[in-house]
């Protein structure tokens, strides 16, 4: 069975906090990424990564930076937490093409 | 940059009527794949549709990938009390994009 492991359910933060949500994966796939899910407004794209070191932007990156040193590893971070960042954080990983396995996701709030 | 729609956001039906979500991609996809998130869950892959104009149907859900596979559909019929969470369709380039989801509530 496919794992894509988040590493906190629940994060309380304050505003100005450096935040790191964590994300493996143990299927050696290619592909990851991040999206947050807000009511109403689905789930958005943030960041995604299809190969170590590599990066690219998604649809809402502003206040976001990610890290891929390994394959098996995908963080997001915020510089900064800010207020509007409270939201659901759901990880999902793929072969290139193939089907995405998402972890059980991160409710962050900011406080 | 790839946008997929999807409509309507919520839908309020009577347990035994029949249900659809529509999704629209801005570009043409490789694939495009459904899923359904009951409250405090996380997304659940239903299915995946590759070929232009397939229709693949599982139990009481129909789904379709349009001709030009810009367009996909997802039609419950006569649903049922665990038919209700949220259904997404994700469209699938170099990346995958998500739909807004619709809501689904069944009154018994």
């Known amino acids: 069975d496919v794992k894509v492991t988040q590493s906190s359910r629940y994060l309380v933060k304050r505003t100005g906090e450096k935040v790191f949500l964590e994300c493996v994966q143990d299927?050696?796939?290619?592909?990851m990424f991040w999206y947050r899910q807000d009511p109403g407004l689905g789930l958005r794209l943030i960041y995604f990564?299809?190969?170590?070191?590599?990066?690219e932007k998604g649809d809402i990156p502003e206040g976001y930076s990610v890290s891929r040193e390994k394959k098996e590893r995908f963080s997001l971070i915020l510089e900064s937490a800010s207020t509007n960042q409270t939201s659901m954080y759901l990880c999902?990983?793929?072969?290139?093409?193939?089907?995405?396995?998402f972890g059980s996701g991160t409710q962050l709030s900011v406080l | 940059g790839q946008q997929v729609m999807q409509i309507p956001q919520y839908q309020h039906v009577q347990e035994g009527e029949d249900f659809t979500t529509y999704c629209n991609s801005s570009?043409?996809?490789?694939?495009i794949q459904w899923y359904k998130q009951r409250p405090g869950g996380h997304p659940v892959f239903l299915i995946q549709?590759?070929?232009?104009?397939e229709v693949k149907k599982q139990k009481r859900l129909t789904f379709q990938f349009g001709e030009a596979k810009k367009n996909s559909s997802l039609h419950i019929t006569a649903t049922q009390t665990t038919d209700v969470g949220t259904y997404f369709c994700?469209?699938?380039?170099?990346?995958?994009?998500f739909g807004a989801g619709t809501r689904l509530t069944v009154k018994p």
């Open positions: 999902a990983s793929s072969l290139i093409r193939g089907l995405p396995f």
């Open positions: 299927m050696d796939h290619e592909n």
């Open positions: 990564s299809y190969d170590v070191k590599m990066k």
């Open positions: 570009t043409t996809l490789s694939n």
């Open positions: 549709l590759v070929k232009s104009g």
């Open positions: 994700a469209g699938h380039n170099n990346d995958m994009r």
